[in-house]
């Protein structure tokens, strides 16, 4: 069956340093993955995107590269904010036989930066 | 820009009572999903329409039933609740039609079983 694994939180970072957060899947066919976040007492809102090996998406100075021989698609960022404090999830989307994309979730990474 | 829109955005239920979630999609998409996220846990996908039409399900109790509407609108109804059913649920809509087909979600219905 397809399923995200992703790092366990929490993570707590002091503010500027490095992220990583692991995400690997397991998928029949070839997905897409994305990194959607969560901030307290919202809604989920997508992050960044990759359809196809090798594609990276970015956004807000994250970044994430889809490897298709190490099955992961790892989220990165060179100098954290308190703002960026949230939850983390990964998912892969796999397209159903209507044509629309159900999403998988990781188990989310919940990140809290410190001043 | 437009987004998604759920209502109610809290609602409080006695056990073995009934619920109805609106979703709303963004103007033009013409698919929506709908996901329970339980506390602490990851969404989980319940089921989805395409054009009015079922067009994949999940792990959605038989207690549960939904439908998209002419107006693309969709309700997710709940009958004999659970303290279980307690959870987050998610609307998200996109538009197949789409070079990009990517959902997006609402801010969510928290269900509170009592």
């Known amino acids: 069956g397809n399923s995200v694994t992703q790092m366990e939180g929490p993570v707590t970072l002091s503010e500027e340093a490095f992220l990583t957060i692991n995400c690997t899947y397991t998928?029949?066919?070839?997905?897409?993955l994305f990194w959607y976040v969560q901030y307290p007492g919202e809604g989920l809102q997508l992050l960044l995107k990759a359809t196809k090996a090798d594609d990276k998406g970015s956004n807000k100075g994250f970044e994430a590269t889809y490897r298709k021989e190490t099955t992961s698609f790892h989220l990165e960022k060179g100098s954290v904010q308190v703002s960026d404090s949230a939850v983390y999830f990964c998912a892969l989307g796999l397209i159903s036989n209507f044509g629309n994309e159900k999403l998988t979730f990781g188990t989310g990474t919940r990140l809290t930066i410190i001043p | 820009a437009a987004g998604v829109i759920q209502s109610p955005r809290h609602l409080i239920k006695e056990k073995r009572e009934t619920a109805t979630l609106k979703c709303y999609p963004i103007?033009?998409?013409?698919?929506v999903y709908w996901y329970q996220q339980g506390p602490g846990q990851d969404p989980q996908f319940l089921i989805s329409?395409?054009?009015?039409?079922?067009?994949d399900k999940g792990s959605i109790p038989d207690r549960f039933s939904a439908q998209q509407f002419s107006d693309y609108h969709s309700e997710l109804n709940m009958s004999s609740l659970e303290l279980g059913d307690s959870a987050l649920y998610f609307c998200?809509?996109?538009?197949?039609?789409?070079?990009?087909?990517?959902?997006?979600f609402g801010p969510g219905t928290r269900l509170t079983v009592l």
């Open positions: 329409f395409y054009e009015k039409m079922q067009s």
């Open positions: 103007p033009r998409h013409d698919t």
């Open positions: 998200a809509s996109s538009f197949l039609g789409g070079s990009t087909d990517t959902q997006y």
């Open positions: 998928a029949t066919g070839y997905p897409s």
